[in-house]
Each structure stands twice: as structure tokens, then as C-alpha cells.
């Protein structure tokens, strides 16, 4: 997905072509979805988690997990975010320490 160089072009239409309610719903989703684990619930967890049952989709919980996840589906998307994010800091003289 992400090894083809259309793929962000591509997306950017279809967000540009798709209704501004529907990504704000999609986005509200996804705020709910990522606040579930939060809210200690076993009932939304439950069918959080039978619905990516349904979809054959596993869910990962730790950073880590997500991150590799991250770094094997989408290898230039994750490299292109992080010569931005680094890049600027260093030519602004900016120092990241952690």
C-alpha cells in the first residue's frame, strides 16, 4: 500500500471527494475506538474486539506491537514522518534529547 508513491496522492482525493460528515464521523470513531481500553468496559472491549474478529484483523495493545506493525505495512510512510519530524528539528537547531 504504502510502497506505491500514488498511494498518498490517491488518498488525498479521496478525502477531498468524500463528505466532510463522513470524515467527521470516521474521526469521532476512531477517537472512541482508541478510548475504549481507557474506559475499562469488558462489554465494549468485547465487541471491539468480536468486530475486528469479523474482519480477521488483530488488535495489538502495546506500542511496540503497533509500531512494527506500523514499520511493516507502511515502511515510507513511517520513514517519510520521521525525516520530516527530525530533519526540521535538526535544521531549526532544535536538539531532541530522551
Known amino acids: 500500500m504504502a510502497d506505491n508513491p500514488d498511494y498518498i496522492t490517491n488518498l488525498e482525493t479521496l478525502v477531498k ?5 463522513v470524515l467527521a464521523n470516521f474521526a469521532v470513531w476512531k477517537a472512541i475506538e482508541l478510548l475504549i481500553p481507557i ?10 474486539n468480536n468486530f475486528y474478529k469479523s474482519l480477521n484483523v488483530s488488535i495489538t495493545e ?3 506491537d503497533c509500531y512494527t506493525s506500523l514499520k511493516t505495512a507502511m515502511p515510507n510512510i ?5 525525516l520530516h ?3 526540521y ?10
Open 17 to 21: 471527494k468524500t463528505p466532510k460528515r
Open 39 to 48: 474506559t475499562g468496559s469488558k462489554t465494549l472491549l468485547d465487541i471491539r
Open 78 to 82: 513511517l520513514l517519510s514522518f520521521y
Open 62 to 64: 502495546s506500542n511496540s
Open 85 to 87: 519530524h527530525y530533519y
Open 89 to 98: 528539528l535538526l535544521s531549526t537547531g532544535q536538539r531532541c534529547f530522551r
